[in-house]
């Protein structure tokens, strides 16, 4: 009997410790205006080697430093021309980077033509892609 007061006794104290320990949810807080979603257009070849991976760069040429891999999706900025073959971009901390338009190919999806991806900000101040059908 006593090791039953002890479990229902602390019970509330341990519901209330996981409840209130839980993250806030991530959760889309806008549409980004001015950029537009592309996807990476790559080789079989390309894709494969790991050790020369598309990169963005901190500038709008070749020899500029890497700053990381391309991902699947790049938000690319629509009022701006293409520069030295690199697009402006903004990666997911809403940094600028730039991206070299020979990887870049429009946004689609074979499978579900009707697919579009918008750029979107989150509510911890990070950057992404939500679709919609």
């Known amino acids: 009997m006593k090791r039953l007061f002890v479990l229902v006794s602390a019970a509330p104290f341990f519901t209330a410790f996981m409840t209130d320990a839980a993250p806030p949810k991530h ?5 980004v205006s001015g950029y537009t979603c592309m996807m990476l257009k790559l080789t079989d070849a390309q894709r494969m080697d790991f050790a020369h991976a598309p990169q963005f760069k901190t500038a709008p040429t070749s020899d500029a430093a890497n700053v990381a891999p391309l991902t699947g999706q790049v938000a ?6 293409p520069e030295n073959g690199y ?33 979107v900000k989150y509510s911890d101040n990070t950057y992404g892609f939500t679709y919609r059908r």
Request: hydrophobic letters at 45%; aromatic letters at 10%; one cysteine or more.
């Open 27 to 31: 959760h889309v807080v806008s549409e």
């Open 87 to 119: 697009a402006e971009a903004i990666n997911f901390a809403g940094r600028k980077v730039w991206a070299a338009t020979t990887f870049l190919a429009p946004y689609h999806v074979e499978s579900e033509p009707n697919t579009t991806c918008h750029v």
């Open 76 to 81: 690319i900025r629509d009022d701006v021309a």
